[in-house]
Each structure stands twice: as C-alpha cells, then as structure tokens.
C-alpha cells in the first residue's frame, strides 16, 4: 500500500517570503500523480498543483512549484512571494495511475502554513 | 459551474445517535467519493461510487457506516450507532470518470459525538 508522509506539522513564513514545504511518499508503482492540495479554514480541499510521475519537468502554477525527485520518492512545494491568502492546511496526495485502481487519493498528515505579515 | 453540495456544515449528536449526510455532486461527474478527515490528519477514503455502483468500499466500517448513491447522482452516508471516535469532517468529491481527471471536493460536513 502506499503511503504519504509530511514530516512538518506547522511552518511559518514571512509574508512576500519563500517557502518550501516537504513531502516523501512510498510506493511501488512507477506511473502515478502527486498533488499538492490546500484546505483553508472553509474545509474545501483546493487543488493548488499536480505532478505526473513519467513527466521530468517539474510542474509550476504561477507562485507555486514543485521539486519531484523520482528516484528519492520526495515531492516538495515551495511557495513563492508569500500572501496572507496562502495560510492553510497543505496535503501532498498520491493517486495511482493504474486503470484498475480505484481513483482515490492517499493522502499525507498535511502542513499548517502560517503567514506572517 | 456549482460545486458540490454537502449539508449539513455541522452536526452534533450523542453517541449511540445515527446521523446521515448528503451530498450532490457537480452535475456530469459519474464518480462520487466519501472521505472521512479527523482533526489532525490527511482525509482517508472511506468509499467511492461509479454512477450508482460501489468500486470501492474496504475501508468503510460497515457494521456501523452505510452509504448508497441512488439513481446515480445525490448520495447519502450514514452512521448508525455513532461512536465518540466518528469525531470527523466527513467530505464528498465526485470526479468525471477516467484517471486524468481531477475531483472536486465540498465543504464537508463536521461531526462532533459526544
């Protein structure tokens, strides 16, 4: 079975700062998706980023980019030019890309992002 | 588009209690998803629908959790007798069918058993 594991509970950032949260994963598979997701206090899980396991390049979203190390099974976001918008849970989630899967998610504990201002 | 739809936002019952949620996804999406998050931790699946068809069901607690997706589209979950440890956010996703697509989660529904 796969499992998702973020070893930081809470991280703070200054705002306009950088910020780089970690997340490692185990899995046996080699064709899968990595997704960074965002929970406001609102509880609406918020897709903020998505990395497909056979592509190299690392995937960007405007402020939001990823570092995904195959070989080291490690998928780290860092964020960018820090809003107070960004305070949130962050979820690093793994999804199988094998059609006889079901579609869902595994995902890790998640990180609590605070926004200094 | 709307989002997906869940209700109640909160709900407080005793324990021993049964308790129902809902939830309507967006309109199209043949896949729904009931995913239990308990303070502290990353959202657990605990089942997931194709059209009315359960796919996948194993970590649902059925002697105490049931849920059922009629004619495809809303859907119910239900725990029945409620113990203190269903403490939870409890949230709906639905997908269009086929792994290249992305879900769409609610808002969720907290339940506090006391």
């Known amino acids: 079975a796969q499992t998702v594991t973020q070893s930081q509970p809470e991280m703070s950032v200054q705002e306009a700062e950088t910020v780089t949260l970690s997340c490692t994963y185990d899995?046996?598979?080699?064709?899968?998706?990595l997704f960074w997701y965002k929970q406001p206090p609102s509880r609406q899980m918020i897709l903020v980023i998505r990395?497909?396991?056979?592509?190299?390049q690392n995937a960007t979203e405007n402020r939001f980019s990823v570092n995904f190390q195959k070989a080291a099974k490690s998928f780290s976001l860092k964020i960018s030019d820090s809003q107070l918008g960004d305070a949130a849970m962050y979820f690093c989630?793994?999804?199988?890309?094998?059609?006889?899967?079901?579609?869902?998610?595994?995902f890790g504990p998640g990180t609590r992002l605070s926004v200094l201002p | 588009e709307a989002g997906v739809a869940q209700s109640p936002r909160y709900k407080i019952i005793e324990k021993r209690q049964s308790v129902a949620f809902w939830c309507n996804p967006i309109?199209?999406?043949?896949?729904l998803y009931w995913y239990q998050q308990i303070l502290g931790q990353g959202p657990k699946l605990l089942i997931q629908?194709?059209?009315?068809?359960?796919?996948?069901d194993s970590q649902l607690p059925k002697d105490r959790f049931s849920a059922e997706r009629l004619k495809g589209v809303d859907s119910t979950l239900k725990i029945q007798p409620a113990k203190l440890e269903d403490s939870a956010v409890y949230l709906c996703?639905?997908?269009?069918?086929?792994?290249?697509?992305?879900?769409?989660f609610g808002s969720g529904t907290r339940l506090t058993v006391v």
């Open positions: 996703a639905s997908s269009l069918v086929g792994i290249t697509y992305g879900y769409t």
């Open positions: 899995t046996s598979e080699s064709d899968y998706y």
């Open positions: 990395q497909e396991a056979y592509k190299q």
């Open positions: 989630a793994y999804r199988s890309a094998m059609a006889n899967y079901g579609q869902n998610f595994v």
């Open positions: 309109s199209g999406h043949a896949t």
């Open positions: 629908f194709q059209n009315n068809g359960v796919v996948d």
